[in-house]
Structure formats: structure tokens, C-alpha cells
């Protein structure tokens, strides 16, 4: 269970900086569209407006799975404090989606894609899958 929550972390954390990668690749080399333009400018356009929403939507769902596996392990061996780091992790996530809300989707190009604000979780399961989260041991003492 551990190696599939670093497994999901990891890869949401790759996927959401893809997405970021190609938003800012976007705002950098694709000019603004104009009332003439009813698609993809060129292939740039389209390869990283690709990344930006797949590698958001994906990595957003994949940050959501590694923070519930997450929260299930650190249960499951009753070590509160990454319990408790999961899940401030996700409440500041969906703080920074509020906040998000009104001052990037207000402006009408950025460089910066509002779902990569989900990379906290999995940075955080990642940490706790990483370090050890304690030895099984350890774990096995406290029941």
C-alpha cells in the first residue's frame, strides 16, 4: 500500500508540473487569440494547451487518490502527526482553490495553472511515504 502511495504521489506531482509547464509555455510563446481565431494557432498552441488541462485534470485526481491512500495509511499504523499533515495539506489546498478562484481565473491570460495548487497533498504523501512515516515496527508496538 505504501509503494502505491508513492507511486500516485510522484506521478501527480510529475503531471502537475507538466501542467504548469505548459501553461507558462502558453503565455510565453502563443500570442493572445483574437476574434479571428476559433482554435489552435499553431502546433505549439495545441501541444501545450494539451499538457496544461490533461496534466491539471489527471494530476488533480491522481494529488485527490494519493491524499486518501495517504490518510488510509497513516490510520492504518496510527501515526496521527502525518494524519494531521494529510489532511491541513488538503484543507490549505482547498483554501488556495478559493483564493484561486478570484485572482487567477479573474485575469484573462496567466502564466500559472490554477489546479497546480493541488501539488501540496502529494508533495506531502510523498514526504511521508518517502521518510518512512516510522518503522512497521514501530507501528506494530503501538497496537
Known amino acids: 500500500m505504501k509503494r502505491l502511495l508513492l507511486l500516485t504521489s510522484l506521478l501527480s506531482c510529475l503531471l502537475l508540473v507538466a501542467a504548469q509547464v505548459g501553461a507558462a509555455l502558453e503565455y510565453a510563446f502563443v500570442p493572445p487569440p483574437t476574434a479571428a481565431t476559433t482554435g489552435p494557432q499553431n502546433t505549439l498552441d495545441l501541444v501545450a494547451g494539451l499538457t496544461a488541462s490533461l496534466g491539471g485534470v489527471l494530476g488533480l ?59 501540496l497533498v502529494p508533495l506531502t504523501t510523498l514526504a511521508y511515504g518517502a521518510t518512512g512515516g516510522g518503522s512497521a515496527q514501530h507501528a506494530r508496538a503501538l497496537t
Not at 62 to 75: F, P, T, Y
Open 61 to 119: 485526481l491522481l494529488a485527490v487518490l494519493a491524499g486518501v491512500l495517504g490518510l488510509v495509511v497513516a490510520a492504518q499504523r496510527r501515526q496521527f502527526g502525518w494524519l494531521w499533515a494529510i489532511a491541513v495539506a488538503g484543507g490549505l489546498v482547498v483554501v488556495g482553490f478559493g483564493l484561486a478562484a478570484f485572482v487567477l481565473l479573474g485575469v484573462g491570460r496567466n502564466p500559472f495553472h490554477p489546479l497546480v495548487l493541488g501539488i
